[in-house]
T-cell receptor
Framework: DTEVTQTPKHLVMGMTNKKSLKCEQH?????MYWYKQKAKKPPELMFV???????INESVPSRFSPECPNSSLLNLHLHALQPEDSALYLC?????????????FGPGTRLTVT | GQNIDQPTEMTATEGAIVQINCTYQ??????LFWYQQHAGEAPTFLSY????GLEEKGRFSSFLSRSKGYSYLLLKELQMKDSASYLC??????????FGDGTTLTVKP
């Protein structure tokens, strides 16, 4: 199984809502990532988890809160988002955080903030 | 810091060969990835180069010159399904990858 799954595929939320994005992989990968991607732009790294511990936070606003409940799951909790946060949110995983490991991306969650 | 440059758009004809270039300036070098991303889909891994030279994988090949800070992705026998964005990315050992802005390739009949 070389698949990273993400739910939901689409999400529309108001600025006062609280929602969560979910990501799952069963490849035994020990590194997991959250990216944000705007149209016609490359993915922007948000967070890196290594062995279930947060290792990189790219100065992401606190309205985005990541969580790694176990080695297979990664969540992104959303609260009080702004319209400019509308984007495709991609989860990825890799065997480790070493530079030689390719990342496997999930299909993404298309988020619209109204 | 890291700086990566790729052409924004390219157009080629079905059956032809196309070369997508990527130049990079990095404070350290741990290799270079190429990913393919179809519109509305996730990026998928194509290749990884860490040593100079050409790596061939079927219709796709990737080349690296570390002294020139240069890589290219070569696509042969183009098919319509190769229309996509091609991203080069330079990783660090901490899990961070800096992506180029991507090259949107359009394959025409």
């Amino acid at each position: 199984d070389t698949e990273v799954t993400q739910t939901p595929k689409h999400l529309v939320m108001g600025m006062t809502n609280k929602k969560s994005l979910k990501c799952e992989q069963h490849m035994g990968h020990r590194a997991m990532y959250w990216y944000k991607q705007k149209a016609k732009k490359p993915p922007e790294l948000m967070f890196v988890y290594s062995y279930e511990k947060l290792s990189i936070n790219e100065s992401v606003p606190s309205r985005f809160s990541p969580e790694c409940p176990n080695s297979s799951l990664l969540n992104l909790h959303l609260h009080a988002l702004q319209p400019e946060d509308s984007a495709l949110y991609l989860c990825a995983s890799s065997q480790g955080t070493g530079a030689t490991y390719e990342q496997y991306f999930g299909p993404g969650t298309r988020l619209t903030v109204t | 810091g890291q700086n990566i440059d790729q052409p924004t758009e390219m157009t080629a004809t079905e059956g032809a060969i196309v070369q997508i270039n990527c130049t990079y300036q990095t404070s350290g070098f741990n290799g270079l990835f190429w990913y393919q991303q179809h519109a509305g889909e996730a990026p998928t891994f194509l290749s990884y180069n860490v040593l100079d030279g050409l790596e061939e994988k079927g219709r796709f090949s990737s080349f690296l010159s570390r002294s020139k800070g240069y890589s290219y992705l070569l696509l042969k026998e183009l098919q319509m399904k190769d229309s996509a964005s091609y991203l080069c990315a330079v990783p660090t050992n901490a899990g961070k990858s800096t992506f180029g802005d991507g090259t949107t390739l359009t394959v025409k009949p």
